[in-house]
């Protein structure tokens, strides 16, 4: 995407007043230019594009060697074959359910096949790999996604555009 919404700053801030994970996901081109710093600022784990990145297995390695978690993410466009290379090398798998750089946007149910078949994979290159849904999870697209395979679900517009913030993370549990 153009821009880096969430940058650096916001994480620097967050970091001293929580200890729960923070989990960055760069949707910019050639993102090892971000990665040191991220890191740096408190990010737990950091996810990079196969789309938007030219080294990757120079980046995943260098995100883990900072101390971070290592994330792979996918656009609806592109082949679950992109991933295989660098399976065994990221502790989570990121896979976009709708096109990246906009919130609000309608999940796209032909994204399940490619979690399911994410899952397969990971159950016999990498077993402990973690599955990420990110775009239009509300409670029945969550129920379909863990179905599918997925372990972690990131909702946005439904969470915070919810008058009751609680009860609609719960009603994705």
Do not use: W
């Not at 001293?16 to 993102?31: A, E, G, N």
């Not at 149910?109 to 239009?136: C, F, H, W």
């Amino acid at each position: 995407v153009p821009s880096i919404s969430f940058g650096m700053p916001i994480v620097s801030c967050v970091r001293p007043r929580t200890d729960m994970f923070l989990d960055v996901h760069m949707m910019v081109t050639k993102p090892e230019r971000y990665v040191e710093e991220f890191v740096k600022c408190g990010a737990d784990s950091v996810t990079i594009h196969v789309e938007a990145c030219d080294c990757i297995e120079e980046t995943l390695k260098k995100i883990r060697s900072l101390g971070a978690k290592a994330g792979l993410a996918i656009n609806p466009g592109t082949p679950v074959a992109e991933l295989l290379p660098y399976m065994d090398m990221v502790d989570m798998v990121l896979v976009m359910t709708v096109e990246p750089g906009f919130g609000g946007q309608s999940f796209m149910t032909d994204m399940l096949p490619k979690i399911s078949a994410i899952r397969e994979k990971a159950n016999e290159i990498n077993p402990n790999l973690m599955i990420q849904v990110d775009g239009g999870i509300v409670p029945e697209t969550a129920k379909l996604c863990v179905e599918a395979g997925a372990d972690v679900l990131v909702s946005g517009s439904y969470i915070f555009g919810a008058t009751d913030i609680k009860k609609a993370i719960d009603s994705l549990r």
